[in-house]
């Protein structure tokens, strides 16, 4: 893992970031930038935290896919309702 506490510290950061934005508005742009930061904090934590070095480049890949791929599914659901 390289530089975890700064890592760490952008999770934080980040989130806070997340939380603010949804206390001040509901506009569709803040809700697709909570989307995009949090798909962002997906990255970080699968590439720091998971420790999927060794393994298949298609199960890295799946799970690299896995974050954006659900917050456009969850911007779609909110768009259609």
Same mark, same amino acid.
């Given at each position: 893992? $390289?530089?975890? +506490? #700064?890592?760490? !510290?952008? !999770? /934080? %950061?980040? @989130?806070?970031?997340? =939380? %603010?934005l %949804?206390?001040?508005?509901?506009?569709?742009?803040? /809700?697709?930038? *909570?989307?995009?930061? @949090?798909? #962002? $904090?997906?990255?970080?934590i699968?590439?720091s =935290?998971?420790?999927? &070095?060794g393994? &298949? +480049? !298609?199960?890295?890949?799946?799970? +690299?896919?896995?974050c954006?791929? #659900? %917050? *456009?599914? /969850?911007w779609g *659901?909110?768009? =259609?309702?």
């Amino acid at each position: 893992m $390289k530089n975890t +506490h #700064l890592i760490w !510290l952008l !999770l /934080i %950061a980040t @989130t806070l970031a997340s =939380f %603010a934005l %949804a206390e001040d508005s509901i506009q569709p742009w803040v /809700i697709g930038l *909570i989307l995009v930061l @949090t798909s #962002l $904090k997906g990255a970080l934590i699968i590439d720091s =935290f998971m420790e999927l &070095h060794g393994v &298949h +480049h !298609l199960v890295r890949r799946a799970m +690299h896919l896995y974050c954006p791929v #659900l %917050a *456009i599914m /969850i911007w779609g *659901i909110l768009q =259609f309702q």
